[in-house]
């Protein structure tokens, strides 16, 4: 064991704290700036007082149910769950089925086809923007809930994850249920995915954060403001006058949520997930 | 749930394995399941990701205008030599570099010096790790909207700090020089802590007793650094430098929501100017032609990283 307060320590300690401070102090001014009057989010910015919410508690969600009353802050929660949830649900089917085709089934063409889904790996999403925009257009899809969730459903990414995850589990657990009598749907549904779950819960989470997290897509190709998911209201509550700031950091604060649960809940299965099984990042 | 039409039962399995046993190939059942199980996700990246991505080759060589549809021509280099002539163009182009140059070793250095720090046996380095991640959780909208106000030139809690040490108040993101390096300093806050975490895992897979062999051997502490950390978290380097240098060539979120690529376009990035291009200014070929150029180029990179990579793990 070594002493405990060498210089050393005590400088490392310093930078720790400094470091944490830097990080988190945004975050702590968003909540505390959400739970005070506006007038009172710009006074006090020398003391303490500037990370800490109103000393009066019944002033503390008063931004919150100005900015609910304000504007229609619960539809665009319900429909970013509605995209997330879709997209996290149909993710870990659509790529889950195909993952389990790569890993477990024979078919013609297979090492082909397994080629060009690593090279779609390489392309990158930002820049073919505007054309997957022209074949939304094209399907007449501008404007409707399918066009946000549609593109985000398959991944070749979480084709490979769950491909790389189904391809350890032994063959001989296939065969035993094939003579009792399962088919390819029931092995995959209540062997593949069960026996999976960190790749489950991997490709669910970061599906869900994902599209919790999406901006431009939607931004792009709704435009009726009542389908809009919580990522795109927050530009336009941020440019809808009047602003206030209290409210808007009330907003931020709302989105935050559901991520910061997700992150405590699924933290340990994404690194599994991730960690794993050969992605690339050790 | 639903059963679908193509389930097979055990008797006809055995049944089609000895038939493919007899013609060495592979049934058409087989390739029907398997086909049927590949169906959705094959029809969604075909539909979204490689028709898409052959359009927009396709266009790039077009005049085409999103209004006007029937009237697009093949102008074969033009719209290329066009951009080499575009001055947004070009200075979206220097902007890019300029964040991405800059963005680098900022947040990598800074990822990688918070790994060394928390790589010690420390009660408190679940509350750090937590702390330095935080930034990661929040949304890119939700981490600009609130820099927005952080630096806002005359209340913002960034100015008045820099006033009490004397510092005069700073127009950072509404001064054409200081925009982008704001830009770069918010990203490389927000992306820090994800880097500090890979690292870590990184560090913590180097084994211990190759230290204990050096201390043994007189290696002093910065000796062992530099001989022994540093070039067994050469893979992990190799993953994060190159995923950071991808990621940062495709910025648009940040500036798109803090300064709308202004002031005088000093945070226009590429793929912001390809949006706008091809978006709000509907001229799909032009925009295409970038996106091919810039496309094939943070392809190449991506190539490169999945070969180094691989390299190192031989």
Known sequence: MQKKFRPLTILEYVCLVMLAILFIFPLFWMVASSMKPEAEVYNNMNTFKAFLPSFHISEWFVSYGQVLSRFHLIGYIGNSLFYGGCVAIGSIIINGMAGYAFAKLKFSGKKWLFGILLALLIVPFETILISQFTIIHKLGLVDTRLAVILPALAGAFNIYLFRNFFMAIPESVIESAKLDGADNWQIFWRIMLPMSKPAVATVGTLAFIGSWNDYIWPLMVLTDKSKFPIQVAITAINSTDPVYINQVMAVLTISTIPLILIYIVAQRYILEGLGGSGTGIK | ?314
Request: glycine residues 8%.
């Open chain 2, 1 to 314: 749930m639903s059963r679908m039409g193509w389930k097979t039962n055990g008797l006809a399995y055995t049944v089609m394995k000895s038939e493919r046993g007899l013609r060495g190939g592979i049934h058409w059942k087989d390739n029907m399941i398997a086909y049927a199980f590949l169906g959705p996700a094959l029809l969604v990246l075909s539909m979204f990701l490689v028709i898409p991505a052959i359009m927009a080759v396709y266009y790039a060589f077009t005049d085409y205008y999103l209004l006007t549809p029937d009237m697009r021509k093949f102008v074969g280099l033009d719209n290329f030599f066009n951009l080499f002539k575009d001055p947004i163009f070009l200075k979206s182009l220097l902007n890019t570099l300029k964040f991405v140059v800059c963005v680098i070793p900022l947040q990598v250095g800074a990822a990688l010096g918070m790994a060394l720090l928390l790589n010690k046996q420390r009660r408190a380095n679940t509350f750090f790790k937590v702390a330095y991640f935080s930034p990661v959780v929040m949304s890119l909208v939700v981490i600009s909207v609130l820099w927005l106000y952080l630096l806002n030139p005359n209340e913002g809690i960034i100015n008045n700090a820099l006033r009490n040490i004397g510092i005069s108040a700073q127009p950072f993101l509404t001064s054409p020089k200081q925009a982008i390096f704001t830009i770069v300093v918010v990203s490389a806050w927000q992306g820090a802590g994800f880097q500090m975490l890979i690292f870590l895992a990184g560090l913590q897979n180097i084994p211990v007793d190759v230290y204990e062999a050096a201390q043994m051997d007189g290696m002093n502490k910065w000796h062992r650094f530099i001989y022994i950390t540093l070039p067994l978290l050469k893979p992990t380097s190799v993953f994060i430098f190159i995923t950071t240098l991808i990621g940062a060539f495709k910025l648009l979120v940040q500036p798109m929501v803090m300064t709308q690529g202004g002031p005088m376009n000093s945070t226009m990035t590429v793929v912001y100017y390809i949006y706008q291009t091809g978006f709000t200014d509907r001229m799909v070929g032009y925009a295409s032609s970038m996106a091919l150029l810039f496309g094939t180029i943070i392809g190449i990179v991506t190539v490169a990283q999945r070969k180094l990579v691989k390299e190192d793990d031989d």
